[in-house]
Protein backbone atom coordinates (compact mmCIF):
# COMPACT_ATOMS: atom_id res chain seq x y z
CA UNK A 1 0.00 0.00 0.00
CA UNK A 2 1.55 3.43 -0.91
CA UNK A 3 2.62 5.51 2.23
CA UNK A 4 1.25 8.63 3.21
CA UNK A 5 2.80 11.89 3.80
CA UNK A 6 1.33 13.47 7.04
CA UNK A 7 1.86 16.70 8.57
CA UNK A 8 1.16 17.19 12.29
CA UNK A 9 -2.03 18.38 13.12
CA UNK A 10 -0.24 21.42 14.62
CA UNK A 11 3.05 22.89 14.02
CA UNK A 12 4.86 23.61 16.82
CA UNK A 13 5.55 27.17 15.34
CA UNK A 14 6.13 29.40 18.75
CA UNK A 15 9.48 26.77 18.98
CA UNK A 16 11.28 28.81 16.17
CA UNK A 17 12.17 32.21 17.04
CA UNK A 18 12.29 32.92 13.49
CA UNK A 19 9.22 31.59 12.69
CA UNK A 20 5.46 33.56 13.45
CA UNK A 21 5.93 36.26 11.98
CA UNK A 22 6.12 35.63 8.40
CA UNK A 23 3.10 33.34 7.25
CA UNK A 24 5.35 33.06 4.08
CA UNK A 25 7.92 30.72 5.74
CA UNK A 26 4.47 28.30 6.64
CA UNK A 27 4.74 26.21 3.86
CA UNK A 28 9.00 25.29 4.64
CA UNK A 29 8.69 24.81 7.93
CA UNK A 30 5.94 22.59 8.04
CA UNK A 31 8.05 20.35 5.50
CA UNK A 32 10.96 20.21 8.43
CA UNK A 33 8.37 18.28 10.18
CA UNK A 34 6.36 15.56 8.40
CA UNK A 35 5.81 11.84 8.96
CA UNK A 36 5.33 9.29 7.47
CA UNK A 37 2.47 6.42 8.70
CA UNK A 38 3.98 3.47 7.03
CA UNK A 39 2.54 0.04 5.79
CA UNK A 40 5.93 -1.80 5.82
CA UNK A 41 4.72 -3.77 8.47
CA UNK A 42 1.00 -4.28 7.94
CA UNK A 43 0.41 -8.01 8.93
CA UNK A 44 -0.86 -10.35 5.83
CA UNK A 45 -4.75 -10.90 6.69
CA UNK A 46 -4.29 -14.89 6.52
CA UNK A 47 -4.76 -17.72 9.25
CA UNK A 48 -1.02 -18.21 11.42
CA UNK A 49 -1.28 -14.01 11.59
CA UNK A 50 -2.19 -12.39 14.77
CA UNK A 51 -5.10 -10.79 12.59
CA UNK A 52 -9.30 -11.51 11.67
CA UNK A 53 -11.48 -10.44 9.34
CA UNK A 54 -14.03 -7.73 10.40
CA UNK A 55 -15.95 -6.75 13.42
CA UNK A 56 -17.70 -9.52 14.86
CA UNK A 57 -21.60 -9.23 15.27
CA UNK A 58 -21.56 -8.98 18.87
CA UNK A 59 -20.70 -5.02 18.40
CA UNK A 60 -22.52 -4.79 15.65
CA UNK A 61 -19.69 -5.21 13.14
CA UNK A 62 -17.57 -2.14 14.13
CA UNK A 63 -14.79 -1.69 17.16
CA UNK A 64 -16.27 -0.21 20.59
CA UNK A 65 -12.70 1.59 21.72
CA UNK A 66 -9.65 2.13 21.71
CA UNK A 67 -6.91 0.49 23.84
CA UNK A 68 -3.87 2.41 24.12
CA UNK A 69 -0.55 0.52 25.06
CA UNK A 70 2.76 1.06 25.28
CA UNK A 71 5.17 -1.14 23.59
CA UNK A 72 7.75 -1.60 26.37
CA UNK A 73 10.82 -1.09 23.46
CA UNK A 74 12.92 1.62 22.85
CA UNK A 75 12.13 1.79 19.40
CA UNK A 76 9.64 1.78 16.64
CA UNK A 77 12.00 -0.77 14.74
CA UNK A 78 12.03 -3.46 17.52
CA UNK A 79 8.53 -2.78 18.56
CA UNK A 80 7.71 -3.75 14.63
CA UNK A 81 9.89 -6.52 14.60
CA UNK A 82 8.08 -8.29 17.89
CA UNK A 83 4.55 -6.99 16.02
CA UNK A 84 4.50 -6.54 12.47
CA UNK A 85 4.77 -7.77 9.17
CA UNK A 86 5.38 -11.03 7.69
CA UNK A 87 7.18 -12.56 9.95
CA UNK A 88 7.85 -10.63 13.59
CA UNK A 89 8.75 -12.17 16.45
CA UNK A 90 5.33 -12.66 18.14
CA UNK A 91 3.77 -13.94 14.86
CA UNK A 92 0.45 -15.27 15.40
CA UNK A 93 0.29 -14.49 18.91
CA UNK A 94 0.51 -10.88 19.21
CA UNK A 95 -0.20 -7.63 17.14
CA UNK A 96 -1.87 -4.08 17.25
CA UNK A 97 -3.34 -1.83 14.46
CA UNK A 98 -0.61 0.81 14.81
CA UNK A 99 2.69 1.57 16.47
CA UNK A 100 3.65 5.37 17.07
CA UNK A 101 7.33 6.18 17.30
CA UNK A 102 9.07 8.29 19.70
CA UNK A 103 9.47 11.05 17.26
CA UNK A 104 8.71 12.09 13.76
CA UNK A 105 11.88 10.02 12.44
CA UNK A 106 10.24 7.10 13.31
CA UNK A 107 6.43 7.76 11.93
CA UNK A 108 4.17 5.45 12.76
CA UNK A 109 3.92 2.32 11.70
CA UNK A 110 0.13 0.79 10.80
CA UNK A 111 0.21 -3.13 11.09
CA UNK A 112 -3.70 -3.85 11.07
CA UNK A 113 -6.62 -2.10 8.93
CA UNK A 114 -9.44 -0.33 10.81
CA UNK A 115 -11.68 -3.02 9.32
CA UNK A 116 -9.99 -5.50 10.69
CA UNK A 117 -9.23 -6.65 14.44
CA UNK A 118 -5.76 -7.16 15.67
CA UNK A 119 -4.59 -9.22 19.15
CA UNK A 120 -3.79 -6.64 20.99
CA UNK A 121 -6.16 -7.33 24.14
CA UNK A 122 -7.98 -10.12 25.52
CA UNK A 123 -5.81 -12.37 27.90
CA UNK A 124 -5.92 -12.21 31.58
CA UNK A 125 -8.79 -9.33 30.82
CA UNK A 126 -11.73 -9.28 33.23
CA UNK A 127 -13.05 -5.73 32.47
CA UNK A 128 -14.60 -4.82 28.85
CA UNK A 129 -14.26 -1.51 26.88
CA UNK A 130 -17.15 0.36 29.01
CA UNK A 131 -15.87 -0.53 32.12
CA UNK A 132 -18.33 -3.14 33.17
CA UNK A 133 -17.25 -6.93 34.21
CA UNK A 134 -15.81 -9.01 31.20
CA UNK A 135 -18.78 -11.66 30.36
CA UNK A 136 -16.82 -13.68 27.68
CA UNK A 137 -15.04 -13.85 24.64
CA UNK A 138 -17.66 -11.55 22.56
CA UNK A 139 -15.88 -8.85 24.73
CA UNK A 140 -12.62 -9.61 24.25
CA UNK A 141 -10.20 -6.57 23.33
CA UNK A 142 -9.12 -8.50 20.29
CA UNK A 143 -12.14 -8.70 19.53
CA UNK A 144 -14.34 -5.03 20.16
CA UNK A 145 -11.04 -2.40 20.16
CA UNK A 146 -8.57 -0.77 17.91
CA UNK A 147 -4.90 -1.34 19.86
CA UNK A 148 -2.24 1.67 19.42
CA UNK A 149 1.19 0.83 20.76
CA UNK A 150 3.04 3.91 21.33
CA UNK A 151 7.19 3.46 21.64
CA UNK A 152 7.71 3.90 25.34
CA UNK A 153 10.13 1.95 27.64
CA UNK A 154 7.29 2.10 30.89
CA UNK A 155 8.48 2.19 33.93
CA UNK A 156 12.13 2.39 35.21
CA UNK A 157 13.53 -1.29 36.05
CA UNK A 158 16.56 -2.80 36.42
CA UNK A 159 18.91 -1.93 33.64
CA UNK A 160 16.48 0.95 32.67
CA UNK A 161 17.32 3.99 35.31
CA UNK A 162 14.53 6.90 35.58
CA UNK A 163 15.75 10.23 34.02
CA UNK A 164 15.45 13.23 35.81
CA UNK A 165 11.99 13.99 34.05
CA UNK A 166 10.06 10.47 34.43
CA UNK A 167 7.49 11.34 36.86
CA UNK A 168 6.35 9.54 39.65
CA UNK A 169 3.14 7.08 39.13
CA UNK A 170 1.51 4.29 41.43
CA UNK A 171 -0.04 1.40 40.09
CA UNK A 172 -3.89 0.78 39.59
CA UNK A 173 -4.12 -0.97 42.71
CA UNK A 174 -1.76 1.20 44.74
CA UNK A 175 0.54 -1.08 45.91
CA UNK A 176 4.02 0.26 44.22
CA UNK A 177 4.87 3.04 43.01
CA UNK A 178 7.10 3.19 39.18
CA UNK A 179 8.74 6.15 37.74
CA UNK A 180 7.16 6.41 33.83
CA UNK A 181 9.55 7.58 30.77
CA UNK A 182 7.52 10.51 29.29
CA UNK A 183 6.13 10.57 25.77
CA UNK A 184 7.68 13.14 23.63
CA UNK A 185 5.56 16.04 22.15
CA UNK A 186 6.24 14.62 18.48
CA UNK A 187 4.53 11.47 19.88
CA UNK A 188 2.13 12.62 20.91
CA UNK A 189 1.03 14.88 17.72
CA UNK A 190 1.35 11.65 15.79
CA UNK A 191 -0.81 9.77 18.44
CA UNK A 192 -3.99 12.41 17.34
CA UNK A 193 -2.41 11.84 13.67
CA UNK A 194 -3.58 8.24 14.37
CA UNK A 195 -6.54 9.04 16.48
CA UNK A 196 -8.31 11.21 13.97
CA UNK A 197 -7.94 8.41 11.45
CA UNK A 198 -9.62 6.10 13.64
CA UNK A 199 -12.43 8.28 14.91
CA UNK A 200 -12.40 9.56 10.73
CA UNK A 201 -13.38 6.11 9.90
CA UNK A 202 -15.59 4.99 13.50
CA UNK A 203 -16.21 8.47 13.92
CA UNK A 204 -19.66 6.56 17.00
CA UNK A 205 -15.77 6.76 19.10
CA UNK A 206 -15.76 9.32 21.33
CA UNK A 207 -13.63 10.39 23.80
CA UNK A 208 -15.04 8.00 26.68
CA UNK A 209 -14.29 5.33 24.57
CA UNK A 210 -10.52 5.75 24.75
CA UNK A 211 -8.93 3.42 27.81
CA UNK A 212 -5.70 2.26 28.84
CA UNK A 213 -4.27 -1.92 28.32
CA UNK A 214 -4.77 -1.98 32.29
CA UNK A 215 -7.98 -0.83 32.45
CA UNK A 216 -9.55 -3.88 30.83
CA UNK A 217 -6.78 -6.03 31.91
CA UNK A 218 -5.60 -5.00 36.00
CA UNK A 219 -3.81 -7.27 37.91
CA UNK A 220 -2.16 -8.46 34.60
CA UNK A 221 -0.89 -5.24 32.90
CA UNK A 222 0.31 -1.96 33.75
CA UNK A 223 0.35 -0.53 30.36
CA UNK A 224 0.04 3.07 29.90
CA UNK A 225 0.43 4.36 33.78
CA UNK A 226 1.18 7.91 32.86
CA UNK A 227 -0.39 7.85 29.24
CA UNK A 228 -1.19 12.01 28.43
CA UNK A 229 -4.57 11.14 27.81
CA UNK A 230 -5.90 14.38 28.18
CA UNK A 231 -3.33 15.93 26.10
CA UNK A 232 -3.97 12.94 22.69
CA UNK A 233 -7.91 13.47 23.11
CA UNK A 234 -8.28 17.47 23.27
CA UNK A 235 -6.20 16.96 19.93
CA UNK A 236 -7.60 14.35 18.37
CA UNK A 237 -11.42 15.86 19.20
CA UNK A 238 -9.98 19.20 18.61
CA UNK A 239 -12.11 19.84 22.52
CA UNK A 240 -9.77 21.84 24.78
CA UNK A 241 -12.54 21.19 27.13
CA UNK A 242 -11.99 17.44 27.33
CA UNK A 243 -10.98 17.10 30.95
CA UNK A 244 -7.98 15.46 32.48
CA UNK A 245 -9.39 12.30 34.79
CA UNK A 246 -6.24 10.55 34.52
CA UNK A 247 -3.12 12.76 35.74
CA UNK A 248 -4.76 13.93 39.43
CA UNK A 249 -5.18 10.44 39.93
CA UNK A 250 -1.46 8.80 39.03
CA UNK A 251 -0.97 8.60 43.00
CA UNK A 252 -2.36 7.10 45.58
CA UNK A 253 -2.58 10.96 47.20
CA UNK A 254 -4.70 11.86 44.34
CA UNK A 255 -6.30 9.12 44.68
CA UNK A 256 -7.57 9.27 48.47
CA UNK A 257 -8.20 13.12 47.91
CA UNK A 258 -11.32 11.83 45.30
CA UNK A 259 -12.35 8.93 47.44
CA UNK A 260 -12.81 12.11 50.32
CA UNK A 261 -14.52 14.25 48.42
CA UNK A 262 -16.70 11.77 47.72
CA UNK A 263 -17.32 11.35 51.22
CA UNK A 264 -15.79 8.40 51.82
CA UNK A 265 -13.56 7.05 55.24
CA UNK A 266 -9.75 6.38 53.54
CA UNK A 267 -7.95 5.55 56.89
CA UNK A 268 -4.55 7.04 57.93
CA UNK A 269 -1.44 7.48 56.62
CA UNK A 270 -1.24 8.46 52.62
CA UNK A 271 -1.09 4.96 51.70
CA UNK A 272 -3.49 3.03 50.41
CA UNK A 273 -5.25 1.28 53.19
CA UNK A 274 -8.07 -1.24 53.43
CA UNK A 275 -10.55 1.76 53.90
CA UNK A 276 -9.36 3.08 50.74
CA UNK A 277 -10.11 -0.52 48.91
CA UNK A 278 -13.59 -0.90 50.49
CA UNK A 279 -14.62 2.60 49.10
CA UNK A 280 -13.39 2.13 45.71
CA UNK A 281 -15.14 -1.15 45.82
CA UNK A 282 -18.36 0.15 46.83
CA UNK A 283 -17.47 3.54 44.72
CA UNK A 284 -17.29 1.15 41.31
CA UNK A 285 -20.22 -1.51 42.42
CA UNK A 286 -22.71 1.66 42.52
CA UNK A 287 -21.23 2.87 39.31
CA UNK A 288 -21.72 0.05 37.59
CA UNK A 289 -18.31 -0.65 36.97
CA UNK A 290 -16.45 -4.23 37.68
CA UNK A 291 -15.65 -4.34 41.56
CA UNK A 292 -12.31 -4.68 41.48
CA UNK A 293 -10.36 -2.25 43.21
CA UNK A 294 -7.62 -1.00 40.59
CA UNK A 295 -8.33 2.76 39.64
CA UNK A 296 -9.12 3.05 36.07
CA UNK A 297 -9.55 5.06 33.10
CA UNK A 298 -13.69 4.31 34.14
CA UNK A 299 -12.84 5.30 37.55
CA UNK A 300 -11.78 8.68 36.47
CA UNK A 301 -14.82 9.36 34.59
CA UNK A 302 -17.13 8.41 36.85
CA UNK A 303 -15.71 10.23 39.99
CA UNK A 304 -15.50 13.69 37.70
CA UNK A 305 -19.20 13.25 36.81
CA UNK A 306 -20.22 12.90 40.58
CA UNK A 307 -18.42 15.03 41.54
CA UNK A 308 -19.83 17.91 38.77
CA UNK A 309 -23.41 16.27 40.42
CA UNK A 310 -21.85 17.10 43.87
CA UNK A 311 -20.88 20.75 42.95
CA UNK A 312 -24.13 21.44 41.02
CA UNK A 313 -25.96 20.37 43.86
CA UNK A 314 -24.41 22.17 46.69
CA UNK A 315 -24.13 25.27 44.52
CA UNK A 316 -20.38 25.43 44.61
ZN1 LIG B 1 -0.41 -3.49 26.33
Redesign the pocket.
Known sequence: MAEERILPPEPELNDRSDAGERLDLLPQIRNLMPFTISDRFRIPLRSGHAVDRGWTAATGHRPMAVTW??SATATLDECSALLGGENPLRRGVASAHYAVGRGFAEGVDRYVSLEDRSW??GKNQTVRWDGRAFAGDDDKGSRTSIGV?TVNLGYARAGIPAEPDWPRADDPAGRWRMRIQPWTRQQVEMMISAGREIVGRWPHIGPRDHHG?HDICPDY?V??VGFPFAKVLRGIYEDASIPDVWTPYWTVRGRRRALVELGYNVGDGGVWTPECDAALHDFQRRHGLAPNGRWSTFVGWKVRDTMSLLRFATGS
Open positions: HWHAEHKDP
